[in-house]
């Protein structure tokens, strides 16, 4: 009991921004994670593709999706 408390206070250090970023960056962590079955059955039962193809698409999509968060963004 006395765990949880330190680390409630420990989250009130942190601005609002930051722990909004966390949760946020959680749930599309979450939403990602849940496509992977979803990619891999559409493309072996509709698009009759091996597994082998399926994971190479996942493939690809981790990359892009990696080399894309470590791209500078400017926003005007």
């Not at 970023?21 to 072996?44: E, K």
């Not at 597994?51 to 400017?74: E, P």
């Amino acid at each position: 009991m006395r765990k949880g408390l330190h680390t409630m206070t420990i989250l009130k250090n942190y601005p609002k921004e930051a722990l909004f970023f966390i949760i946020a960056s959680f749930i599309n962590s979450m939403g990602n994670a849940l496509m992977w079955p979803l990619t891999t059955l559409y493309v072996h039962n509709v698009l009759h593709r091996s597994y082998g193809d399926a994971g190479f698409v996942l493939l690809l999509q981790s990359t892009v999706t990696t080399s894309d968060a470590n791209t500078k963004r400017v926003i005007i």
